[in-house]
């Protein structure tokens, strides 16, 4: 009987530690590190960025580990399907596409789209004035999806990217006419940079829920409705203490949080 008493004891200790491990394995959380000011790499090799500061924040919020994993943008998804990573904290819309292959927590930010071109050139219409024209864009992402759909059509050629970095670098190079992309990430990531000189925004801004959703969000895998939860209670707790707006205004000059 005190066989018995002890190897159930035994089980019930090993469950325990088993669980301890469990919650003490860090969240994996993917990200693409080219996309400026929300992600990015800083002179010594180390991801910077409102993306990296938030979700370290709500790490911290959530009393976890967090460890960064680095992934172009277009393999963040499946990574996340086959469990290379457990959530995706990267700029990513929240989209009804989207949500047929993962979940997604509140919005962090909301922002919209436009487009940039050298400074001087004069669009009203750029559905028909930019016919004929190529247009950068990063490859899998809410713009791609709209401009394939709305620009491609009309004869607008598409140019897709594994990073905005190197749409930058083609539009300033000159072979790219126009970039499409998020607005802020154009103004700060590049306008407001020394290669970003000499180009501006064209056009009007872009905020159709069909393509642009409903802000970004932070992915996890379909029906972790735990780590989603935690997440969408973090992101509620930083925002009502301070520390969402401490990151916030380290980048912006605006609400970048939106409507």
């Known amino acids: 009987m005190n066989k018995l008493v002890m190897f159930g004891a035994l089980a019930l200790s090993m469950l325990s530690l088993s669980a301890v491990a469990d919650d003490a394995k860090p969240i994996r959380i993917g990200i693409e590190a080219g996309y400026p000011p929300f992600s990015m790499k800083t002179a010594d090799g180390k991801l910077a960025g409102f993306d990296v500061d938030i979700g370290d924040a709500l790490c911290e919020q959530m009393k976890v580990k967090c460890v960064w994993v680095e992934q172009e943008f277009d393999g963040l998804i499946p990574a996340l399907k086959v469990k290379k990573i457990d959530a995706i904290l990267s700029s990513m819309t929240i989209t009804d596409d989207r949500k047929k292959t993962v979940d997604f927590t509140v919005k962090y930010y909301h922002t919209p789209a436009r487009f940039v071109m050298k400074q001087g050139t004069d669009v009203k219409d750029p559905l028909t004035e930019l016919k004929g024209k190529k247009v950068g864009v990063l490859r899998a992402s809410t713009h791609d999806r709209f401009a394939t759909e709305v620009l491609e059509p009309e004869g607008i050629i598409l140019v897709r990217y594994g990073s ?13 006419d126009a970039m499409l992309a998020d607005s802020v990430n154009l103004d700060y990531g590049f306008l407001r940079t020394d290669a970003g000189k000499g180009f501006a925004f064209v056009g009007p801004t872009y905020e159709d829920a069909k393509y642009f ?8 895998r379909k029906g972790d409705e735990e780590l989603a939860k935690k997440f ?10 301070g520390k969402y707006k ?11 949080y939106g409507q």
């Open 164 to 176: 905005q970095q190197e749409a930058n670098l083609d539009m300033v190079s000159g072979r790219l």
């Open 232 to 241: 969408n209670t973090a992101i509620t707790e930083i925002r009502a203490d």
């Open 213 to 220: 959703g409903g802000g970004a969000g932070i992915a996890v």
């Open 246 to 256: 401490q990151v916030q205004d380290k980048y912006f000059d605006f609400d970048v």
